[in-house]
């Protein structure tokens, strides 16, 4: 959902004295984006839904190890009891929501570690889980987002891709005026002239793809010495 700003950050994309006209926040649905991502529009949530993110466990579990999942800077300890990875992940899981069922649901799959916030919207997508797995034999893979939270009228952003399935996404919209990842509120520039060395694109497309687009919708490209 559109929120007006009136400071901003990517100072150093802007062509030229002329600061954008326009500024705001945006959700960013996919991906670990660059400042100077062209964006385009998922379009506007009309049901809710609840952030969710996953760690991939791999590994033989020793047991009798102590394995520590920190969510939301909550601990929680989880003591292995068998040497099956399932098992053990599973076990994890259920401390979780023993510990932390007022704000979130844990659950799991093949070895997956699940953790969904309790309420609906973006404030979930700031959810942060580590794991600590000691001498356990298990291996924690990356944090993945399974599912971005959000809320009727909110609006989700990507990088602008001429070959998307999905039509919108053809469609420039916006700058991105500060790294983001999958998830996250990033400042954005709706207007504005911008360095057209900074700018970027999906694969296989060019400033070229969009640039009569751009200028339709106040968006600049200039050449900076």
Do not use: W
Request: aromatic share 6%; with cysteine.
């Amino acid at each position: 959902m559109y929120e007006p700003k009136t400071e901003f950050k990517g100072r150093d994309l802007i062509a030229g004295d002329q600061m954008p006209v326009v500024t705001g926040s945006a959700y960013i649905h996919s991906g670990d984006l660059k400042a100077g991502a062209v964006l385009g529009s998922r379009g506007v949530a009309t049901s809710d839904s609840k952030a969710k993110k996953s760690i991939t466990f791999t590994g033989t579990p020793v047991s009798g190890k102590v394995i520590k999942a920190v969510v939301n800077g909550t601990e929680v300890s989880y003591t292995t009891g068998s040497t099956t990875l399932a098992t053990e992940v599973a076990g994890l899981f259920a401390a979780i929501n023993t510990t932390m069922s007022d704000s979130v649901t844990a659950s799991s799959s093949s070895g997956k570690l699940m953790v969904e916030d309790n309420a609906a919207g973006v404030d979930g997508n700031a959810m942060t889980i580590s794991v600590d797995v000691g001498e356990s034999g298990l291996t924690a893979g990356a944090l993945t987002v399974e599912t971005i939270g959000q809320a009727v009228g909110d609006e989700l952003f990507e990088i602008v891709d001429s070959d998307s399935a999905t039509s919108s996404l053809q469609e420039p919209v916006a700058v991105l005026l500060e790294d983001a990842s999958a998830g996250a509120t990033a400042e954005v520039a709706f207007t504005g002239e911008f360095n057209s060395a900074k700018l970027s694109f999906a694969t296989g497309d060019s400033l070229n793809t969009f640039i009569v687009k751009l200028r339709k919708i106040g968006i600049f490209a200039r050449a900076c010495v």
